[in-house]
């Protein structure tokens, strides 16, 4: 069975988003519904810069991946975080679908450097 914190430990854990970079920038970290792959591509590549310079990259990259968050953490979509520990479930997405359609952002992203 699978450990559960009590939702005091989890608060006082996360004091560490007050110092994030990305703070305030929800749009740039969580695509619109429906965002095409170029759009996705774009926006990812902002996050990646803001994410690179964040004092608590750490703490946000673990962060993400013990609660299997969706969205742009710490250089990482949802996908990235998949691939490092496949045995956690992607919530709301199907990993086929999702593994389809990062195949396809990895295509316009070389197109853009060519």
């Known amino acids: ?11 006082h854990n996360a004091s ?11 749009h740039i970290f969580f695509g619109k519904y429906a965002e095409r792959p170029q759009a996705t591509v774009r926006r990812e590549a902002r996050a990646k810069s803001i994410c690179s310079q964040c004092s608590v990259f750490k703490q946000c990259r673990q962060y993400a991946r013990d609660n299997m968050e969706l969205g742009y953490w710490a250089g990482e979509n949802e996908f990235d975080r998949y691939l490092i520990s496949p045995s956690h479930k992607i919530p709301s997405v199907h990993a086929k679908s999702l593994k389809a359609y990062s195949n396809r952002l990895k295509s316009i992203q070389e197109n853009e450097h060519e």
């Open 1 to 11: 069975m699978r450990h559960i914190p009590k939702l005091k430990n989890i608060l």
């Open 16 to 26: 560490w988003m007050d110092k994030a970079s990305c703070k305030g920038l929800t």
